[in-house]
Nanobody, 114 residues
Framework: QVQLVESGGGLEEAGGSLRLSCTASGIIFSINHMAWYRQAPGKQRELVATVTTNGGTMYADSVKGRFTASRDNARNTVYLQMNSLEVADTGVYYC????????WGKGTLVTVSS
């Protein structure tokens, strides 16, 4: 059974940092492209960052220069380091895996206070 389990969310003040982790099981992690999405209250889910199988990254314009995505294939884990947090970063952050099939985690809540 495939599981993507996110952790690391919480309440942080604007300007602070959080590090999200997503650990996968039930898939061959190294051949899956990984991504982080987020969904703010009342808004659609949006792509935040992607990490390809070879470690290449891409970021939404809104987080460029502040967020860093990375992966550790030995630990079946993808990370999202979030610095200089803004209130607009508030939302549920979801881990996504894609090769031939899409898999989603259940999400972890990030709340940034002003």
């Amino acid at each position: 059974q495939v599981q993507l389990v996110e952790s690391g969310g919480g309440l942080e003040e604007a300007g602070g940092s959080l590090r999200l982790s997503c650990t996968a099981s039930g898939i061959i992690f190294s051949i899956n492209h990984m991504a982080w999405y987020r969904q703010a209250p009342g808004k659609q889910r949006e792509l935040v960052a992607t990490v390809t199988t070879n470690g290449g990254t891409m970021y939404a314009d809104s987080v460029k220069g502040r967020f860093t995505a990375s992966r550790d294939n030995a630990r079946n884990t993808v990370y999202l380091q979030m610095n200089s947090l803004e209130v607009a970063d508030t939302g549920v952050y979801y881990c996504h895996a894609h090769r031939w099939v899409d898999y989603w985690g259940k999400g972890t809540l990030v709340t940034v206070s002003s």
